[in-house]
């Protein structure tokens, strides 16, 4: 047997073990990498103040971000679920003081959903009416495509999108409607992605009708996880470098595989580097959900920008240029009419909007969660969360959001695109479907409607194959790893807080050697309990009597 020496080095590849007063440098300061050093301090046993993150913006928190003032209008770009099978997180913020100290995050998140439990008694409004508990509306036909996916391997659907799997019918069922709008998946995404949530929520799928056990923060995820979490890194001296962008990486090539010896920065328009001792680590949080966003206003549209306006796909592009390993960011980068939407924030100084959002729902805010417009040309959606959102919030200010998938279709009582509106247009829109009419002027009037338009905001979900996502650690990195939304990790699924920290837990284990390693991702779909309820929920035989269920199946 002939080796070659590639092949021998790969072979012979021992990573170093740690080093006391090793360094970390974390490029981007989302939740990826604020979980990440975390995980040194408490797992590794790391210095904080050994560690430094690296952020292009003034804030840290990434996507997780909650912005604004009762004056100027809050902002949130969006809000990301959170359900009891978060094992990473919930691991993670249990080690995380709240910001009172009066417990941990991850108490003060379950005792929160204990009092404030999810039933959503309108998860969608038609014809100016809520439809409480709608049936999913599948065929068999349907309910076969969505059990064959479930079992199919991911090396069989490639990059075939969730339209190349169902016929156009599926797409105006309920089940479809509610799914789509929970999750934001278009028609063009990943058959692979889909199939993984169908995988991953497979215990969700008995009381996805009502949002049954879907969780939140008390306040909003930015107030509540991530400065919980930032002061936690704050007290044991972990340094933030804002402003400052990361604009390439320096390999060399070191004890049989490759290692990062200097990271290329820009701050303020100088460019100079940051030298990489020989004991140091290196972990890169690749692509970015909310890169390049831009805020509108009520009489102020979003502008759309690309790629070239952050550093995020930039560094991706520049690092994984000839190399193999690295992934591929053009799959997920250079596809913005299929990745982006709009969503927008509105702050009332009336409460006549919630009172009647209340009246028509039957949900008190915070309790429903997510109502969606099946009839809406953009497919729109909104959250009510619990008031106060933010911390700090006046008594007499309410906050709501909400977002639309067909950004690029013509609205039905504004003729124009979502992604062509001002937030006043976009709070027309969101009136003439509830049906408030005598009281349209007086909400207006009360009403701070910031859009936000967000190029990439689903771009993990566009269509993938083995190889477009790099691994987490590559099998030849000496001190490196790659973090966030855009590394492959097995049975997990993007677009959630999980999938970033679970991937910074997965880098931190396996680069310092740890034993403490993520916890299985949990798997309902093995346990026949859940099958059954997912069995009945599909077949829409809640409402039957036991024995009756017991004859369909």
Not at 288 to 303: C, F, H, Q, R, Y
Not at 438 to 462: G, H, R, V, W, Y
Not at 495 to 523: C, D, M, N
Request: proline share 5%.
């Amino acid at each position: 047997m002939i080796v070659s020496q590639e092949g021998a080095e790969l072979l012979l590849f021992k990573r170093p073990a740690p080093q006391a007063g090793a360094k970390a440098w974390l490029v981007g300061g989302g939740i990826a990498s604020l979980s990440a050093a975390a995980f040194m301090i408490r797992d590794g046993d790391m210095l904080g103040s050994d560690i430094t993150i690296i952020e292009e913006s003034d804030i840290i928190g990434g996507s997780l971000d909650g912005s604004g003032t009762p004056e100027t209008g809050y902002v949130l770009r969006g809000g990301r679920m959170i359900e009891n099978k978060y094992l990473c997180t919930f691991d993670l913020f249990a080690s995380i003081p709240t910001l009172d100290g009066t417990g941990t995050v991850t108490q003060e998140i379950l005792d929160w959903n204990k009092t404030m439990q999810t039933s959503s008694k309108s998860r969608l409004f038609i014809d100016g009416e809520r439809r409480t508990a709608p049936a999913f509306g599948l065929t068999e036909g349907h309910i076969l495509t969505i059990e064959r996916l479930g079992l199919e391997p991911e090396a069989m659907l490639g990059r075939s999108t969730i339209a190349d799997q169902f016929d156009p019918a599926f797409f105006e069922t309920n089940f479809w409607y509610m799914w789509c709008t929970t999750f934001a998946f278009q028609p063009w995404h990943s058959a692979i992605e889909f199939k993984r949530y169908l995988v991953r929520f497979a215990h969700m799928v008995g009381g996805f009708n009502r949002l049954t056990g879907i969780m939140r923060t008390v306040y909003n995820q930015y107030d509540s996880m991530v400065l919980p979490l930032r002061k936690w890194l704050d007290d044991r001296g972990v340094r933030f470098e804002t402003g400052t962008r990361v604009v390439n990486l320096e390999f060399t090539h070191r004890g049989g595989g490759d290692a990062v010896e200097a990271i290329i920065i820009d701050k303020a328009g100088v460019e100079d580097s940051i030298e990489v001792g020989i004991d140091d680590y290196v972990l890169v949080t690749l692509g970015s959900m909310t890169e390049a966003s831009t805020l509108g206003g009520m009489d102020t549209v979003p502008a759309l920008k690309g790629k070239t306006d952050g550093g995020a796909w930039l560094l991706w592009e520049k690092i994984a240029a000839g190399r193999g390993d690295f992934g591929r960011p053009s799959v997920f980068a250079d596809h913005i009419d299929q990745s982006k939407w709009v969503s927008f924030t509105t702050t009332l100084s009336d409460p006549t909007f919630l009172d009647l959002v209340r009246d028509a729902t039957g949900n008190v805010p915070g309790e429903g969660r997510l109502v969606t417009f099946p009839q809406s040309s953009w497919l729109a959606s909104i959250v009510i969360p619990h008031q106060p959102h933010f911390i700090g919030q006046p008594e007499d200010v309410t906050v709501f959001w909400g977002y639309g998938l067909s950004v690029d279709a013509i609205g039905d009582f504004v003729k124009k695109p979502m992604s062509a509106c001002t937030g006043r247009e976009i709070m027309v829109e969101i009136l003439g479907h509830l049906g408030i009419v005598e009281e349209a002027d007086a909400i207006l009037t009360a009403s701070n409607c910031i859009p936000c338009m967000m190029p990439f905001i689903t771009s993990q979900f566009l269509p993938r194959k083995h190889g477009d996502r790099p691994q987490v650690v590559p099998t030849q990195s000496v001190n490196f790893g790659f973090i966030g939304q855009f590394c492959e990790l097995a049975d997990d699924v993007v677009f959630t807080v999980e999938y970033s920290i679970r991937s910074a837990q997965a880098a931190v284990a396996e680069l310092l050697g740890l034993q403490r390693t993520p916890p299985p991702v949990y798997k309902g779909a093995y346990d026949p309990r859940v099958l059954f309820q997912a069995f009945v929920a599909l077949h829409d035989l809640g409402d039957r009597p036991p024995e009756r269920v017991l004859d369909a199946v």
